[in-house]
């Protein structure tokens, strides 16, 4: 079978994508917000494929997901990646139920909900002022 190339792509018919401004700047906590908030959801929705119809589809996002603990290792460092990373992967259990995370501030243990990526960055941020003291 012999390929015209000439003819090749003349079927496909595409629409130009029209590219937004943002009229402001984002703060670093607005990006960090919703670059958490889409990884706990891309992590969720694999998680429910699976649960649903029993599609793993984490394989084939292992690489994706990799590239992103990686990011957010160059920006953040270990410690606080490793709560990042608690907070997508490990506070909630099958149940839906949310894991407390143990702090240790001034001797002072204390159990914390993290709920959203807002409390996520309040917390890192505590915990950063704390050791720069």
Known sequence: ????LNNLGKQFKFSRRISVKPTE???EKEMFV???TRLDEAWDSS???FAKFKINLLEYEEGYF?????????????WKTEIILWFVYGRM???GEIHP?????????EKVIIKTP??????LNRIDNYKTK
Do not use: F, H, P, V
């Open 1 to 4: 079978m012999e390929i015209n």
């Open 25 to 27: 700047t984002l703060s």
């Open 34 to 36: 919703d670059l958490i």
């Open 47 to 49: 998680n429910k494929l």
């Open 66 to 78: 990799g590239l992103i603990e990686d990011l957010l290792l160059m920006k953040y460092g270990s």
């Open 93 to 95: 259990d099958e149940n």
């Open 101 to 109: 995370l143990s702090l240790n501030l001034e001797g002072n243990e």
């Open 118 to 123: 807002t409390q996520l960055w309040d917390l």
